[in-house]
């Protein structure tokens, strides 16, 4: 067997320092406290004293405390705003793909939220959420209709708080969607033309199978962060909303964790919830083979 030059020998230790650095920092930071956090799942610790281990307590407490399934089913709910904020990405990327004149500035546009900062963007958006002079009520009453406390009302809370995360994410994702547009060769959709297909048959059949990839990646990126909603629940409504309309997996678990001290109950959720985002993005992934084994 051939020995290893010096060189080669020196390039891999080199290789291997500049590896270590985020693989050290990822250990540190993410794969001990998700172990300690797993552990502390099983105890009832409160964060400063001792860790007892309570054995599956936390876990059994959690199927019949109403107050998560509430979270839950808040976190859920908002997660509506996915499939919404992806027609209308699309349908923006479509239209700027045109070539149509002001493009740069419209990308600029829809871009500035994302780069923005979410509590700034919260604070603005619960001023325009007001009851009394928020913009959006001052905008319906131009029509004649009378807006809600949008805020305050257990009925139109979610949906204000998914309204605001659809606009914040909208300029992203569209984004790659005018990228992956932009990827498609003309030549497509001359041969399209040629053959007599309408505009649904050439989405249907060039458009969407282009930009299916990119779908995929937004739609588990979305899940993933739409199960942390945290930041804009916490400013918009930060009791949790009326009747704890609004509060989200991730609200619930700080406020245990943090309010009552119930680090080890907390840390229970926070498995759930971990648990959850890793079998939607596990069958999200396998749904993506199977389509992409039927496209082929």
Sequence with gaps: MPTKSKLYRKEMIYGYLFLAPPVIGMLLFTMYPMLYSIYGSFTDWDGLGQMNFIGLDNYKDLFTDELFHKAMFNTFFM???IPIGLVLALLLAMGL??????TTAFRVIYYVPVISSLAAISILWQWAYNGDYGLVNQFLDLFGIKGPNWLANKHTVKPAIMIMAIWKGLGYSMLLYLAALQSVSRSYYEAAELDGA???QTFRAITWPMV????????VTSIIGGSQIFTEINIMT?????EYSSASAVFYMWQKAFGNF????SSAMAVLLALFIFIVTLVQFKFNEKSSGDLD
């Design 97 to 102: 793909n045109r070539g149509i004149p002001g």
């Design 238 to 242: 930060s009791t949790g909303g009326p």
């Design 198 to 200: 309408n505009g649904f």
């Design 212 to 219: 299916k990839p990119v779908t995929f990646f937004i739609v």
């Design 262 to 265: 119930q680090l080890g109950y």
């Design 79 to 81: 997660m509506i705003g």
